[in-house]
């Protein structure tokens, strides 16, 4: 298919990924490849945070393969999260989703306005127009987020979906009864 007019296409930027692409080489001369399949093994998916210092996997005593993990900015149960929750409770092996905020999120520290300001300030761009979705309330974002996984008409019946707060500090959960 031909490219539209303003698409074009542009050479790999090497000097800015060239970090990424001598550790990958690094990896792969090492690596034991493991023949995993796109089926999550332990049946979870995970929403969490986008946040650098979540190790989700560590976290939850788990392995590449035993899990689905959806990041986003908050840990928030978006319409893209419930479309990849749709996607893999009925083809991967999702039996089960923990949705799993941070203590110490930017996006639990302030308003809405607040995101755009900051934004604005630094970089002059104006991005009132993107729903941030940072929240006051972690608790009641949870109680909101597990309401749209759990009314979702398109889940299946029986998917558990539960919450709970990491604490960064200590690395440990605090489940939320809702």
């Not at 031909?2 to 790999?12: D, E, H, M, V, Y």
């Not at 210092?53 to 928030?76: E, S």
């Not at 991967?92 to 607040?114: F, I, K, W, Y």
Request: charged share 25%.
């Amino acid at each position: 298919m031909p490219l539209s007019r303003t698409a074009q296409l542009s050479p790999f930027p090497r000097e800015a990924f060239a970090d990424l692409l001598a550790a990958n080489e690094e990896y792969a001369a090492h690596a034991q490849i493991e023949e995993l399949t796109g089926w999550a093994q332990r049946g979870l998916a995970v929403v969490t945070c986008m946040d650098s210092r979540i190790d989700p996997l560590a976290v939850l005593g788990m392995r590449p393969g035993d899990v689905k993990i959806l990041r986003n900015a908050g840990a928030r149960v978006t319409d893209d999260v419930l479309r990849t929750l749709v996607l893999a409770s009925y083809l991967l092996g999702v039996t089960r989703v923990l949705v799993m905020p941070h203590t110490d999120c930017r996006m639990a520290s302030g308003e809405e306005a607040d995101v755009h300001r900051a934004i604005w300030e630094k970089s002059g761009v104006d991005t009132r127009s993107v729903e941030i979705r940072t929240v006051t309330d972690q608790r009641a974002a949870v109680i909101t987020d597990l309401t749209r996984v759990r009314s979702f008409p398109l889940l299946p019946e029986g998917l558990v979906a539960a919450g709970a707060l990491l604490d960064l500090r200590t690395g440990r959960l605090e489940p939320y009864d809702v």
